[in-house]
């Protein structure tokens, strides 16, 4: 990032926290403002999209953010600097220095108290520091040659290349069992990517040096996965889910039934007496993850039938005169009126 950038750029202000904030509070301001902004969500704008990136590129990384501060300090954006102590309100540029840059190496005088910084004189002979040399000892050189650094002497070293997004969408199974896609990045390129077993809807995965090419190698490709919809099963971490309808009578009397997995069917006892919406548990039919497996959610749905034969209704007709008296709602009435 070019300096002027950080002189003119409040990233603070762009992530909406406070100069003093923690890493965790940059990262969930940046996570929170990068689903709100992102080109694929809701008509994001990409221009604020990578503004959001890149102030969270230097905020998030302890170095470039104390760089960062220093420069904005300087530049007006923080803290006002006096020529030196005593000399009005604000810190000495001295002691600023002499902080910066720490004891030995500090901005102090040559009476033993480390290295000497040159001052140079302002338009209405104003003493103010030598910003080649203080800007050559931030970042690497001294105030001879080298990359220029908005106007001073002062290379910025090799950078990586710059991260890429992409999107890809995978059927359910394949989220589950592991698949190997073929991505097109924004910017054109294409890269064959490995999806790891259980990935998750909306999850991102960092393929490292996937990226843009830079000077210090390849930046990173994030792909977004969106995983579809399943026709049956549903997914609770690595738990799934699915709804199984079943007869009167298994319910009542209890059955051996067949349910589906992933792989294959099994069977499943219902209990006798098992009513409609109760979930039992098939251990180890659900997600292998890494060394966990989920399991398998099997909730009942008790099928009434929408016609009956002469037959099923005489059934049914004698199964309620063998049943008079008892009331199913006695005790949910019982209880609202209590």
Known sequence: ????????????????????????????????LARTHHPDSNGGQDA??????????VLSDPEQRKQYDTIRTMSGGGARFAPGAGAGSGAGFEDLLGDLFGGASGARDSRGQGQRVR???????????????????????GGGGGQQFSGYNAPAGPRKGADVDATTSLGFRDAVQGSTVTLRSSEGASVTARIPVGVRDGQRIRLRGKGSPGEAGPGDLIVTVRVEPHAVFTRAGDDLALTLPVTFDEAALGAQVEVPTLDASVQMKIPAGTPSGRTLRLKGRGITNGAHTGDLRVTVQVVVPQRLDDQARAAVEAYAAATVGADPRADVLARARG
């Open 48 to 57: 604020r999209f990578k503004e959001i990136g890149e102030a969270y590129s």
């Open 1 to 32: 990032m070019a300096g002027q950038d950080w002189f003119e750029k409040d990233f603070y202000a762009t992530l909406g926290v406070a100069k003093g904030a923690d890493a965790a509070a940059i990262k969930k301001a940046y996570r929170k």
């Open 119 to 141: 001052f140079s004189t302002g338009p209405g002979g104003a003493a103010g520091p030598d910003l080649e040399d203080l800007l050559g000892g931030m970042f690497g050189g």
